[in-house]
């Protein structure tokens, strides 16, 4: 196993300079190109590293263009700052151009305020549920899946079945480390799973035996960082697309501990595009 492999390793920054970071995008963290979950880790940790504040509020991303399996720079500067809360502002920037642009809240741990919660909810035992190589033990997947154990509750449709409402629901963790002592970095295994899986939350409803003609490459995602994310070996994930039309295609996610609670939202814009070669 290499070290690229590893969650926490893979998202690793190399310093340049102040506010300057070097990246690298591997091809073991891509489907079409450099996963957009992955390169918005990237950018979330180099904000970590640039802020005096403890964790990450709120995440607003658009990507500009496709990057190459190669290395890649980022640049954090300061928007607004203050003693409970920072704006940083993040680009990603290969060959001189531009793939994705952040803005980042950050917060310092346990500020006072009103507490509630209506959001928990009642789950299975993580250990209770098959894994994916049960439920499908005829289905290849891609080498980017095994970055992470999985469990669907209510995963892609198989061969045959009919059409349903657009969501997928599951556990899943991260191999072979769980979580990451990095708060920006173990934020993003939420970041990976929205991204990843908001664009396979439409194959319910447009069921098919071989790959879609169709691929949607987020144009923009916004997250809110609710709790941290490290206590949680398991992440409970929901992520729907409810409508799709006119090129584009909307998704909704969160991410909850095996216990219910809520740590982390997000939803998107994805554009459609001719699959290549389809």
């Not at 803005?103 to 009642?122: I, K, Y």
């Amino acid at each position: 196993m290499q070290a690229s492999d590893d969650f926490e390793q893979a998202t690793r920054l190399q310093p340049i300079g102040k506010g300057h970071w070097a990246v690298d995008l591997p091809e073991s963290w891509g489907l079409w190109s450099p996963a957009g979950g992955f390169i918005t880790t990237l950018a979330l940790r180099a904000t970590g590293e640039a802020s005096s504040l403890s964790r990450p509020a709120s995440m607003s991303c658009h990507f500009l263009r496709m990057g190459k399996y190669a290395t890649a720079e980022i640049r954090v500067e300061p928007v607004k700052a203050g003693k409970r809360s920072e704006l940083l502002r993040a680009e990603l920037i290969q060959e001189g151009k531009t793939l994705l642009l952040c803005h980042v809240w950050t917060v310092s741990d346990m500020l006072p305020g009103l507490v509630h919660d209506d959001t928990q909810e009642e789950l299975p035992d993580p250990e209770s549920v098959p894994t994916f190589e049960e439920q499908y033990p005829d289905e290849p997947s891609h080498p980017f899946f095994r970055h992470f154990e999985q469990r669907p509750i209510r995963g892609t449709p198989r061969k045959g079945e009919a059409a349903r409402d657009p969501e997928l629901t599951g556990f899943y963790r991260f191999t072979p480390r769980a979580v990451a002592e990095d708060a920006f970095a173990d934020a993003g295994r939420a970041i990976i799973l929205m991204d990843t899986f908001g664009w396979l939350a439409q194959y319910p409803a447009h069921p098919t035996d071989g790959p879609s003609p169709w691929i949607a490459p987020n144009i923009d995602y916004h997250y809110r960082f609710h709790r941290p994310t490290s206590h949680a070996d398991w992440l409970h994930m929901r992520v729907r697309a409810p409508v799709a039309e006119n090129g584009l295609m909307a998704t909704d996610g969160e991410i909850r501990d095996a216990q219910g609670r809520l740590l982390v939202t997000g939803s998107s814009q994805l554009m459609c595009l001719p699959r290549p070669g389809g």
